[in-house]
């Protein structure tokens, strides 16, 4: 039995892949079409063999793998798979699938936009992170340098399978980046869904599947209010304005997730929320003690946290000089484009370092 999400962009099965319309989509509408799964060296070894017991109508395939890391989700690498594309002379009416995590299903939707200016494509979900939010919403895109996701598009896959069936592959590490987008959408959405998760929340936390449903429709009802990111859709920013920054900080020193740094974000920016006086103390430690059950904080040096603050300057959202953020009102609702202080960066970055100091 699978469970269709309601959304008008595309739809949305969340399910085992062979009880979901994807056997039928590819007999119907492209069963004379060539058919490309994009992967990366992990789902390539894990999921592959999964996808084509689940629909061998897609046996044939062609596979083209990515390197694994945020720091191949770049123009360079993106050159290589156009390439590749064109050399299997794939056409406008063929379909791409993405079968990974956020780094698959941002640069093989950005890819897919682009190549002949628009070739329709599929998201597989393979992470806990990309099945509650990187695969759902349109936003494709590649880094640029240090900073994430400078170049992109807004284009919709023309479905989405969700199969909890690939988190068995994952290690622990990767559910909890995915929970760093569940506890965002808890945070900004409603005071019962957060009160009810934080008390869940430890290093050894299991997949559940009432909870990403619960994220995923959340987010697809901020997306079809607001499908171009022009106003409200800016709230499922919360945490990211720190969370990229710091991601940007690391991409070529050391590897750290996604989720990690949102959860950082997600701490800094709960914190600036509490020193403006909009949420108690109180709530902020529940915040703050929550995310320190399921990652340890890190220190920065002085000079990191300059050049954290650097690369805050030039993240998409900004406007002019101004450095903006998404801050709590409440637990449960959350505004955009906050103009925060350097000042305000400072003490934020700081006060993750004496989070550090205490683990």
Not at 165 to 185: C, D, R, T, V, W
Request: proline residues 3%.
């Amino acid at each position: 039995m699978t469970t269709k999400v309601p959304f008008s962009y595309c739809e949305i099965n969340f399910g085992l892949l062979k009880n979901s319309s994807l056997s039928s989509i590819i007999s119907n509408d492209y069963k004379n079409s060539r058919i490309i799964v994009f992967a990366d060296e992990n789902t390539y070894d894990l999921c592959l063999e999964y996808l084509f017991e689940s629909c061998p109508i897609i046996n044939h395939a062609d596979v083209v793998v990515f390197p694994l890391g945020e720091e191949n989700k770049i123009i360079e690498v993106a050159h290589q798979i156009l390439d590749a594309l064109s050399n299997f002379k794939l056409k406008r009416n063929d379909l791409i699938i993405n079968l990974g995590g956020g780094i698959v299903t941002d640069m093989g939707g950005f890819i897919s936009s682009i190549y002949k200016r628009g070739i329709k494509f599929i998201n597989i979900p393979t992470t806990l992170l990309g099945m509650v939010d990187a695969s759902i919403g349109g936003k494709t895109g590649i880094n640029l340098g240090s900073y994430k996701n400078q170049i992109g598009s807004f284009i919709h896959p023309i479905s989405i399978y969700i199969d909890s069936f690939f988190l068995k592959s994952l290690p622990q590490n990767e559910i909890i980046n995915g929970y760093a987008e569940i506890i965002k959408h808890a945070l900004i959405s409603d005071a019962k869904s957060w009160f009810d998760l934080s008390n869940k929340l430890e290093k050894n936390i299991q997949p559940d599947n009432k909870l990403i449903l619960k994220s995923i429709t959340y987010k697809t009802s901020i997306v079809e209010r607001d499908p171009l990111e022009m106003g409200l859709r800016k709230i499922l920013n919360f945490g990211h304005t720190f969370g990229h920054a710091i991601e940007g900080f690391f991409v070529d020193k050391m590897n750290v997730s996604h989720g990690f740094c949102v959860c950082l974000g997600i701490c800094a920016e709960s914190y600036l929320s509490f020193k403006r006086g909009n949420i108690s103390k109180d709530e902020y430690l529940q915040i703050e003690n929550a995310i320190n059950r399921i990652i340890d904080f890190i220190p920065f040096d002085k000079e990191a946290i300059n050049e954290i603050y650097e690369l805050m300057k030039q993240d998409k959202k900004n406007k002019g000089d101004q450095v903006l953020s998404c801050l709590l009102i409440k637990i449960g609702e959350c505004q955009y484009d906050k103009d925060i202080s350097e000042a305000e960066v400072m003490d934020a970055m700081y006060h993750l370092n004496l989070l550090a100091g205490t683990n």
